[in-house]
């Protein structure tokens, strides 16, 4: 008697075709959990980087105004402020830094690359302590 080892060329490519049928179920949420643990990342970055923006301003000994950031924030050839490439973000009023620590208050509003709100956070003063518009 001669036993059959291995699988047939059909056996294979019904298994090829449940792990393809598989993937293409779970593929899209695993790239979309990508984004958003990215975006989430970024934006708690942001958030930190505000936090050290007084502080950034006596070290200098400069004051400053943001209006508006779609590109690195530097300050003595340093990156002080940053978001994404495509992001931008608008204050309103401007956001004003003095060089004694002490920080305006205003409203930031995040959009991704796309135009698409993001996130919106109130500043207050002195600290420059960022809040979700929600809490």
Known sequence: MRGTAGFSLLELL?????????????????VGQLDRSRQRFALEQFRAQLTQLPRWARLSGQSFTLEKLDAPLLLNNEEILSLPAGWRAQFEPPLLISSTQI?????????????????????????????????
Do not use: H
Not at 14 to 28: E, F, H, K, T, Y
């Open 14 to 30: 019904v298994v090829m075709a449940l792990i393809a049928m598989l993937m293409g179920l779970v593929g899209p949420n695993f």
């Open 103 to 135: 920080c305006s208050s205003s409203r930031v509003r995040l959009q991704d690359e796309k135009g698409q709100a993001i996130a919106d956070y109130t500043l207050s003063g002195p600290a420059c302590e960022p809040k979700d518009q929600a809490e």
